[in-house]
Nanobody, 123 residues
């Protein structure tokens, strides 16, 4: 049974930092691409970042978070992280991690999702 569990969300002031964690069970984290997605109130879910499967661990970022967010993976811990720096009020959203075979998949095709963790950035 594949399960993804996010943690690390919370309330932070603008300019602050948070690190989100996505713990993966039921599959080897490096065999699947893992993405961080977010959904703000009243908006569609969007991909913030993704790290590819395999040893290359290619990463990509949405323009809105590029230079501020860093995705990484600890295979031994089966955990994928999202380090978020210089947070802005517009980063406020529920953040989800999701896994599947490729970062290039459309959002709707990701097969495994966590329950989400809320990030609130105050101005």
């Amino acid at each position: 049974d594949v399960q993804l569990a996010e943690s690390g969300g919370g309330l932070v002031q603008a300019g602050g930092s948070l690190t989100l964690s996505c713990s993966v069970s039921g599959l080897a984290s490096n065999e699947y691409a893992t993405g961080w997605f977010r959904q703000a109130l009243g908006k569609e879910k969007e991909r913030a970042s993704c790290i590819s499967n395999g040893d290359s661990s290619t990463t990509n970022y949405a323009d809105s978070v590029k230079g501020r967010f860093t995705i990484s993976r600890d295979n031994a811990k089966r955990t994928v992280y999202l380090q978020m720096n210089s947070l802005k009020p517009e980063d406020t959203a529920v953040y989800y991690c999701a896994a599947d075979e490729s970062c290039g998949l459309p959002l709707s095709n990701y097969g495994y999702w966590g329950q989400g963790t809320r990030v609130t950035v105050s101005s």
